[in-house]
């Protein structure tokens, strides 16, 4: 009987845990572990599965059947498509707007601002694929702003995500056009502000816009609709805060 007991009060509780799987821009991934964290407090019984991504790849698994029940974009432009096709369930909110940085391994003299990168020592220069990663469509848009894309973009590395272009800007390039995000990881803790860091002038680039939406295979699931919630809450807020987002 004491047996019986053991294992019915072991499987008891499994049967009411919700697992959920979420689609999130690689930009988040620095602050992904500290969200889920803040969010178990409160659904101790919800388990997060988490893939990342561009948006523009996760958008195109998405409409491939991917099963996900929500998305956290880095732009509106790809929530607000799977909310036109009726794949989204819930119109593109914005949960936080990001920022560009410049980020080299070396110290660099930041006076000369963006036209730093047209400097002759600069050989490669990492920012992500503009045709998958909105961080690379504000990048790109930053760079034709100040009259120095062409210029430069023979010196371009692309990742396909800003995840990878953050690997690419410490592993491979001489300096890299990242999220600010990123600068705020524990691993990034070496590299200081206006020696290896500074942010790009938020004027030169399109606000980049974070949209999240619910997807159809989230649209009967509480546990989808309580991360929705949790990610506009202001605790969510105060987390994206500490990581360089803008509010």
Do not use: C
Request: net charge positive; proline share 4%.
């Amino acid at each position: 009987m004491y047996k019986l007991f053991l294992v019915l009060f072991l499987i008891v509780p499994s049967l009411h845990a919700d697992k959920i799987n979420i689609a999130v821009a690689a930009n988040v991934s620095y602050a992904m572990d500290e969200l889920k964290a803040e969010f178990t407090k409160l659904h101790p019984n919800t388990k997060v599965q988490v893939t990342l991504g561009s948006s523009g790849k996760l958008t195109a698994q998405i409409k491939n059947g991917a099963p996900y029940g929500l998305f956290m974009s880095a732009n509106m432009k790809y929530p607000q498509t799977l909310y036109s096709d009726k794949i989204a369930i819930t119109k593109p909110i914005v949960y936080a707007q990001g920022a560009l940085a410049f980020l080299s391994v070396k110290k660099q003299n930041f006076d000369k601002g963006i036209n730093l990168l047209s400097a002759e020592k600069i050989k490669k220069i990492a920012i992500a694929n503009p045709k998958t990663a909105p961080y690379g469509i504000a990048a790109a848009q930053a760079l034709k702003n100040a009259g120095i894309y062409e210029k430069i973009k023979k010196k371009f590395v692309y990742g396909e995500s800003i995840s990878q272009t953050v690997t690419y800007t410490v592993m491979a390039a001489d300096i890299g056009i990242i999220a600010k995000s990123s600068l705020y990881s524990s691993k990034m803790t070496q590299f200081k502000k206006d020696i290896n860091w500074v942010a790009i002038d938020t004027n030169l680039y399109e606000p980049i816009k974070q949209g999240i939406v619910i997807l159809k295979n989230g649209a009967n699931s509480p546990a989808y609709r309580a991360f929705y919630d949790f990610m506009l809450s202001e605790k969510a807020k105060e987390i994206l805060k500490k990581y360089g987002y803008i509010l």
